[in-house]
């Protein structure tokens, strides 16, 4: 009952959105307001460089350690001060295929942002491996709203007590506070001005995703969507090169995905308005009716149709 009702909503939504939002030639200024009215979520990633590899993520294949490269200071300029001409009040999340906390400058850029955006919800997602006391300090100064840890177990003891036991007692003696757990392998940090939820989720092959075909995860029932996807309607995407992609799943250094960008920011006079009207052909595709593609077709090759492809141009 309930993924009909989430079905029959997405249905109501999809029909109630104005023919703008689905054209790749919108003036500009009516794409800011439809940036202003329908993104929810605006996701950066500050840097390149990621600590760990996972089983669940591309990182394991796709070098993400070797060097850490910085987003250019243009460029998330740019993305702030587009931010700023609509009083974007939503939320930004530093996170993507990387460690946001693994380069010192996030806590900088997050105190940018909040002084450019002063009703905007500023979010980290963390690993946590390098917070500690005065990290934390320093994004407290910086006025981050949300702290959003994910402690990853060892594979294959993600539901181990004891390497739980083990993982919280390392964290709080690094960050220098305590937990109070809220839920099943779900906690919160005492005295932190930051809104702190830690979790230790249990990951399985049926519950992970594939990373838009990156990934080969064997599921016991296949899966093709045909259900609509609004997500290139309600996030933008921004790596850290600046490339605008389709969504948080695909990344611009995987070869297979390169149809899944979308802009690029580092260009000259091409705004974060110009990304959001170029996905416009992405959006009508998602909501249309039938099989979703997908980035990838069957054998590797791009599934995006050729009429959508030269729409783009």
């Known amino acids: 009952m309930y993924n009909i009702l989430i079905t029959l909503a997405k249905s109501l939504f999809v029909n109630s959105l104005p023919a703008d939002l689905l054209r790749s030639d919108a003036p500009i200024e009516r794409v800011k307001n439809l940036f202003k009215t329908y993104v929810a979520v605006v996701t950066i990633e500050n840097h390149s460089y990621c600590n760990r590899t996972c089983w669940f993520c591309p990182n394991v294949f796709l070098d993400r350690r070797s060097a850490n490269h910085i987003m250019p200071d243009d460029v998330y300029k740019k993305i702030i001060g587009d931010l700023a001409s609509i009083q974007y009040d939503k939320a930004i999340v530093w996170s993507g295929y990387l460690e946001p906390l693994a380069h010192p400058s996030i806590c900088d850029r997050v105190a940018q942002a909040r002084v450019a955006l002063p009703h905007a919800y500023l979010v980290i997602i963390t690993n946590g491996d390098y917070l500690n006391r005065e990290t934390l300090e320093r994004l407290e100064a910086a006025k981050l709203d949300n702290l959003t840890v994910n402690l ?161 141009g």
């Open 152 to 312: 990853y177990l060892p594979d294959g003891k993600e539901d181990d007590e004891g390497e739980l036991s083990v993982a919280l007692q390392h964290f709080q003696r690094r960050i220098g506070l305590s937990l109070i757990k809220c839920g099943p392998r779900n906690y919160v940090v005492r005295g932190s001005r930051i809104k702190t939820p830690v979790r230790a989720a249990l990951f399985t092959h049926e519950s992970m995703l594939n990373r838009a075909g990156l990934l080969d995860i064997p599921k016991t029932h296949a899966y093709r969507r045909k259900a609509v996807c609004i997500e290139p309607i309600r996030h933008a995407v921004i790596d850290y090169e600046g490339k605008g992609m389709l969504c948080c799943m695909t990344r611009s250094d995987a070869p297979q995905h390169k149809s899944a960008i979308f802009g690029d920011l580092s260009l000259p006079d091409y705004s974060l308005f110009h990304y959001y009207r170029d996905l416009a052909p992405a959006r009508m595709a998602l909501v249309s009716p039938g099989p979703k593609g997908g980035v990838l077709g069957p054998t590797g090759s791009l599934a995006i149709p050729q009429w959508l492809l030269r729409w783009r």
